[in-house]
Structure formats: C-alpha cells, structure tokens
C-alpha cells in the first residue's frame, strides 16, 4: 500500500536554528498538508499546498513557516528560526482529490532546546 | 466555524468488552467524517469515513461507524476489543473549501484491561 514518508522521524535542534521536515508523498496524489500535534494537544492544521501553492493556511503558520516542493516528489516544511514552543511531532498528509480521504506519514518529532 | 468534539478524554475497557467513543461535530452542511488511530509513536492511521450514503459505515481493524445527523454525531464502536486496539482515536471532520483541511477532535485515549 502507498505510503507517505516522513524524514527524520526526530529532530533535536536548538533555538533559533533553521529546521527543514521533509516528506514524499504519495506519487499521484495532488493535496498536500501539514498538521502538528503538540504533546498532549489536538492535531492542529497549518497549512495546504495545492498547485504548487498554498492554498490554505492557519494562524500557526507565520512569517517563520515555509513550504516547498522543489522537485515534483518531496514536500518540505521549513521553520526559519525555532522557538521552543515549535516542539511538536509534525505530520505530513497528501490525498488524491477533492472527495479522497488523508494519508498521513507517520510523523517527525522536532524538539527545541 | 466548524468544530468536533470528543466527549472522553480516556476510555478503560477490558479486552473483550465492547467499545464506543463519541464523536459530535458542529457544520452547516453534511460533513465528511473520519476516524483515525493513533498508536503510541505512530502517525494517524486512518480507520473509516463516511462521505454520504449509508449512514453505517465499516472500517479497518474491525471497527465501524454511525452518521447520526439528527444528533450530529460519528459514534465509533467495536464489538469486542483487543489489546493492541490500546491508542489515541481522532474523529475528524472536512471541510470541502480552499484547502480542504481536516479539523480534529481532541482525541479519546483507550486503555485495554486484561
């Protein structure tokens, strides 16, 4: 079964540094998202990337979030300059169309110190 | 703005015993609903989905679940539970918009008894 791939599975990084999340979605499919979850919290969206662009985006996702898709198969989460409340796991999730359900990658757990 | 709700923050069921987790939801039109499992470290797996038609919808693991619209809700049961059901479950609603983001409930912790 196709998977979503999630690369590192952790990150420790201090505050201040760049972090780049990196995941592959699923070969066909056209949505992309990425959603955290803070330990102990609900999974929250950030952001949607449609088209080679965002097409929807949450609060969380200021001026410090990025994302890209350089090269036609990976899909990057790039946070500038981490804050220690930016520890999370990160999820990335791609779906085929407009009626097909989410599938998730298994996760990066970022930790600021 | 839509918004999902679990009532239950944690479940103890025993193993064997059957399990419901409840979901209520709040959007103007009829949503698309889903239910994930979240094992301890693990990514969202998803279980079932309900987009229309049948309102009794059928899932992995052997898990299945009710659309409700009069009572706007997305119960999830299992007849007779196994140890390794222990996990987070999120209900999930969509909203069919720019984006299509999925907006979560809080989660439902199970602890499976012996």
């Known amino acids: 079964e196709p998977e979503v791939t999630q690369t590192p599975s952790h990150q420790v990084t201090q505050m201040g540094q760049e972090v780049i999340l990196r995941c592959v979605p699923i070969?066909?499919?056209?949505?992309f998202y990425w959603y955290r979850q803070i330990l102990g919290q609900k999974v929250e969206f950030l952001v949607s990337f449609y088209n080679n662009e965002i097409s929807e985006k949450s609060e969380i996702f200021d001026d410090q979030f990025s994302v890209e898709r350089p090269d036609g198969s990976n899909f990057t989460l790039k946070i500038r300059s981490t804050k220690l409340e930016d520890s999370a796991m990160y999820f990335c999730?791609?779906?085929?169309?407009?009626?097909?359900?989410?599938?998730f990658g298994s996760g990066t757990r970022l930790t600021v110190v | 703005a839509q918004s999902v709700t679990q009532p239950d923050i944690h479940i103890t069921v025993s193993e064997g015993a059957s399990l419901e987790l409840r979901c209520n939801y709040s959007y103007g039109a009829t949503p698309y609903l889903f239910w994930y499992v979240q094992s301890p470290g693990q990514g969202l797996q998803l279980l079932l989905k309900?987009?229309?038609?049948?309102?009794l919808v059928q899932g992995i693991k052997g898990f299945e679940a009710e659309f409700k619209r009069s009572q706007s809700s997305f119960n999830l049961r299992k007849p007779s539970v196994h140890w390794s059901d222990a996990a987070e479950y999120f209900c999930?609603?969509?909203?069919?918009?720019?984006?299509?983001?999925?907006?979560f409930g809080g989660g439902t912790r199970v602890l499976v008894k012996p």
């Open positions: 070969s066909n499919h056209l949505y």
């Open positions: 309900y987009f229309s038609g049948d309102t």
């Open positions: 999930a609603t969509l909203r069919q918009a720019a984006g299509n983001k999925l907006t």
């Open positions: 999730a791609s779906k085929g169309g407009q009626g097909d359900g989410y599938t």
